[in-house]
């Protein structure tokens, strides 16, 4: 099955920190660019930012710039996401895709350009 699959979620305190990863199944992670996403009830699916494979640039949603950072690993397997400074408001299920054909992002993921959807991963931010 071709999809990416998100894993590291869970409940934290606001304020606090988690990591998520996402790798490919079925696919090569490192040929495409990869966004991250979340979705909270009731709301449409958001873009919360972007990895390029290409140069390694990024890109945020103003809501969690300065505190949420997209990395990879050496070998291009899996893409993290650095959640600091959790807030309530940050929670929701986290998906992440491929840009596919392209390694470069330019911009906030918006989800048509995106293939390969996970299941995602639950984040839940609360005391």
């Known amino acids: 099955q071709v999809q990416a699959v998100e894993s590291g979620g869970g409940l934290v305190q606001p304020g606090g920190s988690l990591r998520l990863s996402c790798a490919a199944s079925g696919f090569t992670l490192e040929y495409y660019a990869i966004g991250w996403f979340r979705q909270a009830p009731g709301n449409e699916r958001e873009g919360v930012g972007c990895f390029s494979m290409s140069d390694s640039t990024t890109y945020y949603a103003d809501s969690v710039k300065g505190r949420f950072t997209i990395t990879r690993d050496n070998a291009k397997t899996t893409v993290y996401l650095q959640m600091n400074s959790l807030k309530p408001e940050d929670t929701g299920v986290y998906f992440c895709?491929?840009?596919?054909?392209?390694?470069?992002?330019?911009?906030?993921?918006?989800?048509?350009?995106?293939?390969?959807w996970g299941q995602g991963t639950q984040v839940t931010v609360s005391s």
């Open positions: 895709a491929a840009r596919v054909p392209w390694d470069t992002c330019y911009d906030v993921p918006t989800s048509e350009e995106y293939r390969h």
